[in-house]
């Protein structure tokens, strides 16, 4: 099993910044893609960013040019930077790892970022 775990939440201004992490642990193998997910009040749970296994990164284009998905092998951790944040960024954040062998998705429990105008 896979255990994710972000940190980084909180609440900022709007123009402000934040780093979300994610750390992972356990059976870290044949990972497809890690992506950030999030849930705004009242809405169901929307793609933000993806980085595949080869480093391919794709963005949904609400964050395009803002947010920046990242992640260090080393330390088994993926990053979400966001830049210039907005009140419609407010959502819970949550990152999921999809292993392709055998095919399952992990999700963390997730932290809350708000943005206040």
């Known amino acids: 099993q896979v255990q994710l775990v972000e940190s980084g939440g909180g609440l900022v201004q709007a123009g402000g910044s934040l780093r979300l992490s994610c750390a992972a642990s356990g059976r870290i ?3 497809k893609s890690m992506n950030w997910y999030r849930q705004p009040p009242g809405e ?6 993806t980085i595949t296994g080869d480093g391919l ?3 949904a ?3 395009k040019g803002r947010f920046t998905i990242s992640r260090d ?3 088994n951790t993926l990053y979400l930077q966001m830049y210039r944040l907005k009140p419609e960024d407010t959502a819970v954040y949550y990152c999921s790892l999809d292993r392709e062998r055998p095919p399952m998705r992990f999700w963390g429990q997730g ?3 708000t943005v206040s105008s």
């Open 29 to 31: 193998t044949s990972v």
């Open 44 to 49: 169901d749970r929307e793609l933000v960013a």
């Open 61 to 63: 284009d609400s964050v």
């Open 57 to 59: 990164t794709v963005y």
């Open 73 to 75: 092998n080393a330390k």
């Open 111 to 113: 932290t809350q970022v």
